[in-house]
């Protein structure tokens, strides 16, 4: 929703199931709007041109470049943060992100659930062709995508009610041990 303020617009955002009032220009982008009025820091910035997927946020379910989203184009819809993916870190990707371990320095991972939470939203039982071509735009500089594909998996199986017992790559290979600070990127 719109309303006209005194020097600039101020919209009104569904963000992560609460109404959130901002005064800002109508071509701002969403993620600016998460990050610097908001204070919803989990959302990364990395390229600013769509082209990386760090800033990867839901828009009426949808995954969505929120660098390139303009806040007047998401005033209508609802839009899901990392922070809003689950009300304490349980989503079954946040569960399998912890299991395996996935990150590395983290900055991407935000980026990466939440694209995979889309995938998941709208396919249980996704193949490892349709999961890497889901997260083909979300780009991670550590190399971690043996591991999220995995965890993909996991939280897919978990979804369906199953337990994955083909492994079919060793994610524990490498890994160095779970900090408590990997642990947060996933959750927030
Ligand atoms: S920061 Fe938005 S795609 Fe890279
Ligand atoms: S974990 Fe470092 S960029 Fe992906």
């Known amino acids: 929703m719109l309303v ?28 600016w709007v998460l990050r610097d009025a ?13 082209q990386c997927g ?14 390139t989203t303009r806040v ?3 005033v209508s819809g609802t839009i899901v943060t990392i922070e809003g993916l689950s009300p304490d870190g349980s989503h079954p990707l946040q569960r399998a992100w912890i299991k395996y371990d996935v ?40 190399g971690t995508y043996p591991r999220i594909r995995r965890a993909v998996r996991e939280a897919a199986a978990a979804m369906r009610g199953e337990k994955l017992t083909d492994t079919g790559v060793d994610v524990t290979a490498g890994l160095a041990s779970t900090t408590s600070c990997r642990q947060e990127e996933v959750r927030a």
């Open 4 to 31: 006209f303020g005194l020097d600039m617009p101020a919209y009104e955002l569904k963000v992560n199931g609460s109404v959130r009032k901002v005064d800002v220009p109508a071509d701002t982008p969403l993620l």
């Open 38 to 50: 908001l204070d919803l820091v989990g959302t990364k910035f990395g390229c600013g041109m769509s």
């Open 54 to 67: 760090a800033c990867t946020v839901h828009l009426n379910g949808d995954a969505v470049r929120s660098c």
């Open 72 to 74: 007047s184009a998401a």
């Open 103 to 142: 990150p590395q320095c983290g900055y991407c991972q935000a980026g990466q659930i939440m694209t995979a939470a889309a995938l998941l939203a709208r396919n249980h039982k996704p193949t490892d062709t349709e999961i890497d071509e889901a997260l083909t735009g979300n780009i991670c500089r550590c």
